[in-house]
């Protein structure tokens, strides 16, 4: 189904890199909040800079993994890792 989509197979999983799957941030204010817009966006400044963002992926049906490029770098540079242990 999903076949035509470019990506490679790592660890017996299809990994397709994508530029828009970006990272979110960990916490935020929600915008049904009863505070003003300045709060809002002061407050979540905060939160970016105090929790940092996590990253975020998608399965699709057949098992394929849509990822951001810093995670699929950091994949590909686990997977390196543990090959290298595994040689040891």
């Given amino acids: 189904m ?3 989509i470019p990506g490679e197979m790592i660890g017996g999983v299809r990994v397709v890199e994508s530029p828009l799957v970006m990272p979110v941030p960990k916490l935020s204010i929600s915008n049904l909040c009863p505070c003003s817009d300045h709060v809002r966006n002061d407050m979540n400044a ?3 800079k ?3 963002k ?6 699709l049906p057949d098992g394929t993994m849509i ?3 810093g995670m699929l770098a950091r994949i590909k ?6 090959a290298l242990f595994a040689q040891a």
């Fill in 2 to 4: 999903y076949k035509s």
């Fill in 46 to 48: 905060y939160l970016l």
């Fill in 50 to 52: 105090m929790f940092g």
């Fill in 54 to 59: 996590r990253e975020v992926s998608y399965r």
């Fill in 67 to 69: 990822v951001s490029p």
């Fill in 77 to 82: 540079q686990s997977v390196g890792r543990q």
